[in-house]
């Protein structure tokens, strides 16, 4: 999908600062030398079928089909992956990577703390330190996510600045590596920044959708009529998409967050109201004001409260190859709950977007047509935030 | 070269020249206002006027406080180019805007340069903009003769060659590894930073992040062409307000003589 070095169209690109270029480009020569060195590569493989579980279940939703009366509806299982989203691995890659260009330490920025999760995990099991930036709210709102990075021997800094969410989280960690970058690898957490890590987390998180594509081959003998997923950075979205982007018979549909509604000013819904703009790296969509100040977002999930969405997504936008559709807080919480009583899966409020999404779609189809819903994370980092929505005291605090 | 560049030169002409940073806005365009006029006669050879931005990724605590400051006070790119048109026959020295990339491309590349022009804006130093994405500006500063600064970086090691060899204006000479702000002491081998660019070019270089005593400011100028100094006196109007003008003076002349 790239037309020229690090680029998706007009999106994309490398806007850092210089102090950054050589290390950028370091990442990328180790990169290319490691994504096609066999060895590397079943290393890899190892730890993603070894340690975290994969490939992971393509489900058939039956009953949640036979209530929405319409298109059958497959869930592929991020949320079974070890630590509990797709965010393993990108981050199993990007820690594998570090460590074979001699890194000691990683530092990742996190929203609802999956990634951060991740990170710990991976820099636990691989021996290296590891220090996490998480906006001051989403330490508070996600308080148990924070304890499991400790320990798991990580060092949370929460960010207190600007709007103390991920977008902050992202900043700080930027400012932290622009500081210390001879012996620190900076995992980015989604298919944003510069170039290279647009590609390198695109790469890691493929593994989704060639997964879905022979699951479902095997399981219904065609490709799906549409594959579903939340997006906030884009990392799940991507991977659930990427091997599907050449099949153009399969929709791609991207569930924003539209917080308290696209009209209101508390949302997060890039797509729907953003504009082009220049940031964290890169050229995509961003909301923002007529002056290129970068706007406070809202969203109840802390995963998709980010203000820009991924360049390759934008570019995907741009030629009208994927769709993207805002899915605001109390559609979210809603399927949540459906998923919970109708399924006994409890999504996380990130993922419940899709599925809120996937609740309108599915009847509008036919029978015999498909879709696949990314179920991108588990929800019980999410149940005290939905009990608190409900105004439910479950005595946590 | 252009006239527009030429001062820039100057600037450099026969001194070791001090290159002061202020956050527009900061308090209040006012107050920006009457510093730029008070540097000025205080001795400081190019301004920096910082375009405040809601994430200043390159700041540190000091700067990026002022960007907030500035922001809460209403500040704007349009009110700030107002106000460099109004202070410019006042000033004599060079006055650069630094702004990130953004502000400048959502309000309109070409619009940004014409405006720059049109008030007196000499140059641009965009932090988030290297080398290799410089042809996103570098079209329209050529156009209105607005000098698009380029940086280098301790870790630049053979991309000082290929940067000083387009440079315009001066090289600004990233002291230290992380963001703007105060620091102790400086360990970077800046002179080997400085002879690699000038190996290749004639553009002056001053050295900036982290210089705050008129005891560094001369130090770091025996090594290079000017020196740079922001969160200091950033540091001195989140302290002062709107009246920041005389402890402002005062610190500016110290880093004068001291310079001198």
């Known amino acids: 999908m790239e037309s020229r070095k690090g680029r998706f169209g007009e999106f994309g690109g490398q806007y850092v600062a210089e102090t950054l270029m050589s290390i950028l480009h370091e990442l990328e020569k180790a990169y290319l030398h490691y994504k096609n060195d066999a060895k590397f590569k ?183 009529d549409a594959v579903v997923a939340c997006i906030g950075g884009g990392s799940n979205a991507i991977g659930a998409f990427f091997d599907f982007i050449e099949d153009k018979s399969v929709r791609l549909i991207g569930c924003e967050a539209a917080g308290k509604g696209v009209d209101t000013p508390e949302n997060a819904a890039t797509m729907t109201l953003g504009t082009t703009g220049i940031f964290h790296g890169m050229k995509s969509l961003f909301c923002q004001d007529e002056y290129g100040q970068i706007a406070p977002v809202y969203s109840i999930s802390a995963g998709l409260d980010y203000p820009g969405i991924g360049p390759e997504h934008a570019y995907l936008a741009d030629i009208k190859r994927a769709e993207y559709v805002p899915v605001t807080d109390a559609e979210a919480v809603s399927a949540f709950e459906y998923l919970s009583r109708t399924e006994g899966i409890i999504p996380a409020i990130e993922s419940a977007h899709a599925v809120a999404y996937v609740r309108k779609l599915a009847p509008t189809l036919d029978k015999n047509q498909i879709i696949v819903v990314n179920l991108s994370g588990r929800g019980d980092k999410d149940v005290a935030s939905i009990a608190r929505f409900k105004g439910v005291n479950i005595n946590e605090q | 070269m252009n006239n527009e560049q030429c001062t820039i030169n100057n600037a450099f002409k026969g001194k070791k020249a001090f290159i002061a940073f202020i956050t527009g806005g900061d308090p209040d365009i006012e107050t920006t206002e009457k510093l730029i006029v008070e540097m000025a006669q205080s001795g400081v050879d190019i301004i920096e006027i910082g375009v405040p931005f809601s994430d200043p990724v390159a700041e540190g605590p000091v700067i990026q406080q002022a960007d907030e400051r500035a922001l809460r006070a209403g500040c704007t790119v349009d009110k700030l180019l107002d106000m460099i048109k109004r202070v410019r026959p006042k000033v004599e020295i060079p006055l650069l805007f630094m702004s990130y990339i953004n502000p400048i491309f959502v309000y309109g590349k070409e619009k940004f340069m014409q405006r720059c022009a049109d008030s ?36 630049s090691g053979e991309r000082i060659e290929t940067i000083a060899r387009e440079s315009e204006g001066f090289i600004y000479c990233v002291s230290s590894l992380g963001v703007t702000g105060v620091r102790g002491e400086i360990n970077t081998n800046i002179t080997e930073m400085t002879a690699r660019a000038k190996s290749v070019s004639d553009t002056p270089c001053a050295i900036g992040f982290g210089i705050s005593t008129p005891e560094q400011a001369r130090t770091m100028a025996e090594l290079a062409d000017g020196v740079i100094i922001g969160s200091a006196i950033v540091k001195i109007i989140a302290e002062h307000g709107v009246n920041c003008i005389e402890p402002v003076k005062k610190y500016v002349k110290s880093i004068k003589e001291a310079l001198a």
Not at chain 1, 181 to 187: F, K, L, R
Request: hydrophobic content about 40%; proline content about 4%.
């Open chain 1, 42 to 224: 079943k290393e890899l493989l190892d730890l993603l079928q070894k340690y975290a579980g994969r490939p992971s279940l393509l489900y058939y939703a039956e009953k949640m089909t036979a209530d929405l009366g319409g298109a059958k509806i497959y869930f592929k299982r991020e949320d079974l992956n070890h630590t509990g989203s797709h965010k393993i691995n990108n981050v199993l890659g990007q820690v594998l990577l570090a460590k074979k260009m001699g890194k000691t330490r990683v530092i990742a920025e996190t929203g609802a703390g999956q990634h951060g999760v991740a990170t710990a995990t991976a820099a636990a099991l691989m021996g290296l330190e590891c220090e996490i930036f998480m906006g001051k709210e989403d330490t508070e709102r996600q308080a148990l996510n924070v304890f499991r990075m400790e320990l798991l021997g990580a060092k949370v800094h929460p960010v207190t600045s600007g709007t103390m969410t991920l977008k902050d989280a992202v900043n700080e960690t930027m400012r932290e590596w622009v500081s210390r970058t001879c012996d620190t690898h900076y995992v980015l957490g989604s298919v944003m920044g510069p170039h290279p890590f647009p590609t390198i987390v695109r790469d890691f998180q493929k593994i989704i959708s060639e997964e879905v594509k022979a699951q479902i081959l095997e399981a219904e003998g065609r490709l799906p």
């Open chain 2, 120 to 155: 007196g804006i000499q140059g641009v130093i965009i932090p988030d903009l290297p080398f290799e994405e410089k042809g996103e500006l570098s079209g329209e500063c050529a156009k209105y003769n607005i000098a698009l600064i380029s940086l280098i970086a301790p870790t």
